[in-house]
């Protein structure tokens, strides 16, 4: 496939991303204990930090959530300033943060905890934005991935990611820390639940 196809697939997908956040209104504290369940035990371990990054983080930031605590909170997702317009969304995005629509507009080396939680299958170029990840994140940050594995592409998840070759890709910057397939509570797929030392 070409990269306009690919191209109109992810503004595509951004498009119905929106349209879906602006209609349906969840409680993220429900959608959080999922992550908690897997990655609680890793953000007791890194504790406070003084910057963290939440690529991909949707209308509320996972950095609200009361695991996560930092001195500097930014949010980095494409469709941010879009998000803010929703009321309900604001409503429970609580905590302070900055907003950034593109990753490369983020310092390197800035992180000390980067957070890609399910965002990886809606990129337009999810090993680009891995690689940003590991980019924006200092050297002994914790990067933490999570992505559905082997799902089919959808009206809102441009590509299929396999998890074999996303750990080698998330290898070649960090060392593991934990790695963990689990059922997706959502899709008919597994979810891979990944933390990594940035080298």
């Given at each position: 496939m070409?990269?306009?196809?690919?191209?109109?697939?992810?503004?595509?997908?951004?498009?119905h991303?929106?349209?879906?956040?602006?209609?349906?209104?969840?409680?993220?504290?429900?959608?959080?204990?999922?992550?908690?369940?897997?990655?609680?035990?890793?953000?007791?371990?890194?504790?406070?930090?003084a910057?963290?990054?939440?690529?991909?983080?949707?209308?509320i930031?996972?950095?609200?959530?009361?695991a996560?605590?930092?001195?500097?909170?930014?949010?980095?997702?494409?469709?941010?300033?879009?998000?803010?317009?929703?009321?309900?969304?604001?409503?429970?995005?609580?905590?302070?943060?900055?907003?950034?629509?593109d990753?490369?507009?983020?310092?390197?080396?800035?992180?000390?905890?980067?957070?890609?939680?399910?965002?990886?299958?809606?990129?337009?170029?999810?090993?680009?934005?891995?690689?940003?990840?590991?980019?924006?994140?200092?050297?002994?940050?914790?990067?933490?991935?999570?992505?559905?594995?082997?799902?089919?592409?959808?009206?809102?998840?441009?590509?299929?990611?396999?998890?074999?070759?996303?750990?080698?890709?998330?290898?070649?910057?960090?060392?593991?820390?934990?790695?963990?397939?689990?059922a997706?509570?959502?899709?008919?797929?597994?979810?891979?639940?990944?933390?990594?030392k940035?080298?």
């Amino acid at each position: 496939m070409n990269g306009q196809a690919i191209g109109g697939r992810y503004e595509t997908a951004q498009f119905h991303e929106l349209e879906w956040w602006q209609n349906n209104q969840i409680d993220m504290s429900l959608e959080w204990d999922h992550y908690l369940e897997n990655l609680s035990g890793v953000l007791d371990s890194v504790g406070h930090v003084a910057v963290a990054v939440d690529v991909g983080s949707g209308p509320i930031p996972f950095l609200c959530s009361p695991a996560v605590s930092c001195d500097r909170a930014i949010a980095v997702d494409p469709l941010i300033d879009e998000y803010a317009k929703i009321e309900w969304a604001e409503e429970q995005a609580i905590c302070p943060f900055e907003r950034a629509t593109d990753i490369h507009d983020v310092e390197s080396a800035v992180s000390d905890l980067t957070l890609c939680l399910n965002a990886l299958d809606h990129a337009s170029s999810p090993y680009e934005l891995l690689r940003q990840c590991c980019r924006i994140t200092k050297s002994g940050g914790c990067l933490i991935v999570t992505v559905d594995i082997g799902k089919p592409p959808d009206i809102m998840h441009p590509h299929t990611v396999d998890g074999p070759t996303l750990i080698r890709a998330i290898c070649r910057h960090a060392d593991q820390v934990k790695c963990v397939v689990s059922a997706s509570w959502k899709f008919e797929n597994m979810v891979l639940w990944y933390a990594g030392k940035v080298r």
